[in-house]
């Protein structure tokens, strides 16, 4: 027993040890340790990859013929002014309607930049502090949620969006109501994490924000539930989403402040309760009723 | 050389399990790819190849979930070790005893990875095992026999 001891903890006993205490240490470790991990084996191994794979996709292009090529983007370049006008109606259009939907005050603004990669994108806006924004105000689309307000300047705003690793979410899925946190997948995609392996979630499934977490409103669209997959290592799932919001093709978002309502076509279609035909006056909120 | 070698393989893996892990199979059934190149490395290798390419492995693995950092790591690693511990007393090419060494470390890492975690296991028992744990380590076992025939032709490792 003893020689088979000392044979299994020979020399290479102080590799394992070795990394036995480093993964330790990296279990302790918080987010920021991930990250820095993250972006170090991202510039060491994936960068130099998908350089490699640009340049195959060069050559490729190149073989293929380069005139068909340039001709291609000389034709798509004017597909895409005359598609251009037709788009930007479109979209003013459905800014305005969704506009009309929600209650409450809300500050409409232009996406003007972006910045990281896949690792940690972030999206410039052109509202800051002189319009009343401040940091973790919630920042939504057309079509759904976006981010959240992480740092502000005069007149402009850096948002967070939901496809950025350090942001998390906690959403519901609206059919079955299981409850999750949503989180950024490589490639911009998204996942509904935490979930118990046998819930009942389906393709097809709406998850929106559950408004728990107290920062972003409940009843916003996080994504649609596309599949379900295990959790690497550990037996839960992970629903992977499609997200409401295509960030990369995002332009005019809308920055939620002070009280709000989900856009749920059910309330948009009643009344606001002050204007029901014998409605009790408004009284004061019971909880100010109780503060001195 | 050897050690870029095993990054780089690892790293690729990691790519392939990140993007396609999901919808390879149907339900809950997938291919555990990063333990079975811990194995393979673990056997030709020797063990102290193993722990790092396990604790390698791991790592990345760790950063394309959403757990903790280390946690794979930690596993893999210990995996890695006792395998090649195990492989110089066994006859390492044979195919049976490479496919138990799989599946077997394919499900030391679900029941660890259970014992480690602090999520929730409200829906997690003896089912969960049966139709998730045990088809993915046997599945698990047939692609890294595929893989490691595949590689012997590439002669991507030399036998230590």
Redesign the interface.
Known sequence: MARLRRRFFQRDGVLLVLLTVLSFGLMASGEPVRWGVGRVLEALLYTPLERVIGAGRGFWAGTTGKRLEEEAVRLREENTLLAEAAAENERLRAALGFRQRVRGPMIPAEVIGRRGTFVEPLILIDRGRDAAITVNMPVVGVNGLVGRIVETSGTTSWVMPLTNPACRVSGVVRRSGVVGIVAARPGGALALTGVPLLADVAPGDLVVTSGLGGVFPAGWPVGEAVAMAPEFGGLLSRVELRPATNLDLLEEVFVLRGQFSPPDPRVEELAPPDQLEGAPTPAVPPRMQELP | MTWIVT??VQ??TS?I???L???WLRG?V?FDLTSGIVVYVALFRG??AG??AG?AG??????????????????L??AG?LVG?AGERMPRENRLIQYVLVVLTVLA??VA??AL?T??????GP??FLF??LP?ALASGVAALACYRLTAKLGVFRVR
């Open positions: 990054l780089l790293a690729v790519a399990e990140t993007s892990g999901g919808p809950h997938w063990r102290r722990a790092i604790f791991g790592l990345l693995a760790d950063l394309a979930g959403p757990g903790p950092l280390g946690r794979t790591s930690l596993l690693a210990w070790y511990t890492r679900q990875m259970l975690s999520g929730p296991f409200g829906d997690i089912a969960a998730y744990a993915t």
